[in-house]
Every structure is written in C-alpha cells, then in structure tokens.
C-alpha cells in the first residue's frame, strides 16, 4: 500500500470495512476488531489514524510489529492480516492490517465479534452458533 492508498482508505472514514486505532497501544481493541472483520467481508485496521480521521502515524521498530502480531495470535482459528508499513511524516509510519474475510468463524480470547458499521461489538451467541453449524454442515458432506 502507498501513501495515496492510505488516503482513500482514511477519507471514507471509519465502516463496516474500516477500523482507525491511533497508536498501537490500542492493539486489544484492533484485534477484537481483526476478528471481526474476518468473521464479515473483512477490510483493514489501520494503526496511526485518529477516529476523525487525521493520519498522525507512530513509530514503528521491529518490537511494535512483534507486539501486534502476538496479539493476533489469540484470535481462533488463526487468521493471517497482510501487515505493511506505509512512512507518513516525520519519521512516523501507519500499520496497515488488510484481513481477509469470509471464513471462520473466529474468536479472540474465546468470544467471536462482528462489525455493525463502524463499531465492533459481541457477536451474539445464536449467531455464532448458527455460523458454527453452517461450517461443520458444510465440511461433513
């Protein structure tokens, strides 16, 4: 992803497809929000925008990257957002996380979520059951 990319991402504001998360330090909430986007159409977590949609980025070693991508694997079953880093200014850098949707379903510390615009929220328990029984009926034909 370019700069130009990022901008037409972040001038839609945040959706169903979108999440903004202003430093890495809020990596549980993106997570939750990773986990969601794979359990819909998926779409990106971008690190180092404001939610009014100001790119401030942050800045990014190899420890924040680590930090992100272990806080990924707590999502069930495993998910695999590609992971870019895109300079803004400044030195500073957004973390881009494009999720793949559509499979699943996934859950992070052992709750699935969705998205519902532009919130992610507890997905219910008969939602997930019924996305349960759909993957096992689809499996065992």
Same mark, same amino acid.
């Given at each position: 992803?370019?700069?130009k990319k ?8 945040e959706?169903?497809?979108?999440e903004?998360k202003?430093?890495?330090?809020? =990596?549980?909430?993106a997570a939750?929000?990773v986990c ?7 779409g990106?977590?971008?690190f180092g925008?404001?939610d009014?949609?100001e790119?401030?980025?942050q800045?990014v ?6 930090d992100v ?9 495993p998910?695999?957002?590609?992971i870019?880093?895109?300079a803004? =200014? ?6 881009a996380?494009r999720?793949?949707g ?13 998205r519902?615009g532009p919130?992610? =929220?507890?997905?219910?328990?008969s939602?997930?059951e ?10 065992s034909?």
């Amino acid at each position: 992803m370019n700069f130009k990319k990022l901008k037409a991402i972040v001038a839609k504001g945040e959706s169903d497809r979108v999440e903004f998360k202003q430093s890495t330090g809020q =990596r549980t909430d993106a997570a939750k929000a990773v986990c969601a986007l794979a359990n819909g159409l998926g779409g990106f977590v971008l690190f180092g925008v404001r939610d009014k949609g100001e790119i401030v980025g942050q800045q990014v070693a190899t420890s924040t990257l680590e930090d992100v991508a272990n806080e990924l694997r707590r999502i069930e079953p495993p998910v695999f957002p590609d992971i870019e880093t895109v300079a803004v =200014r400044d030195g500073n850098s957004v973390i881009a996380l494009r999720v793949p949707g559509g499979g699943g379903p996934y859950t992070y510390d052992g709750r699935p979520y969705q998205r519902h615009g532009p919130t992610t =929220r507890v997905m219910p328990g008969s939602v997930y059951e019924q996305r349960v029984m759909e993957k096992l009926h689809a499996t065992s034909r």
